[in-house]
């Protein structure tokens, strides 16, 4: 499992508005702050309705009898204990806004791959640190108003 995980965003409107801003402004820290928040709103609400835009893939069957029988089922996909929802943390300076996770499994939710003894069960990729184009508008919108300021 590595480190940490870098997910770049690569939307050429908000890239543009932010060297908007750069050019415009001192410190950035209050836009980053919000675009923070911005984020943070979007991953809650990808865990509470279990992927967005596109659903999540379904937990397997072994997986949602293994729940029922601990009495975690029916329940949310990625939300047995709540322990990656609440593990989400931002960090934000003057020239970035960062979201994850420092949990060792965060990645394999993210991501999907090889998980368990000897990399045996394969994990579906449950983007939950994910931004539709909604939230895209939203830091965009947000980035506008600093420069208008």
Do not use: C
């Amino acid at each position: 499992m590595p480190d940490s995980i870098e997910i770049r965003l690569d939307n050429k409107a908000v890239q543009d508005a932010l060297l908007k801003v750069a050019a415009k402004a001192g410190t950035l820290r209050p836009l980053m702050k919000n675009i923070a928040g911005i984020m943070a709103d979007a991953t809650e609400e990808n865990f509470s309705q279990q992927g967005r835009p596109d659903k999540w893939q379904e937990l397997a069957e072994s997986t949602i009898k293994k729940r029922k029988k601990a009495g975690h089922w029916p329940g949310q996909i990625l939300q047995v204990e709540g322990r990656l929802a609440t593990s989400i943390t931002t960090q934000y300076d003057n020239e970035s806004a960062i979201i994850g996770s420092n949990l060792d499994y965060a990645a394999i939710h993210q991501l999907g791959g090889q998980a368990g003894k000897n990399k045996s069960v394969s994990i579906s990729a449950r983007p939950y640190l994910n931004l539709t184009n909604d939230d895209l508008d939203d830091i965009l919108q947000e980035t506008e108003r600093f420069i208008a300021s």
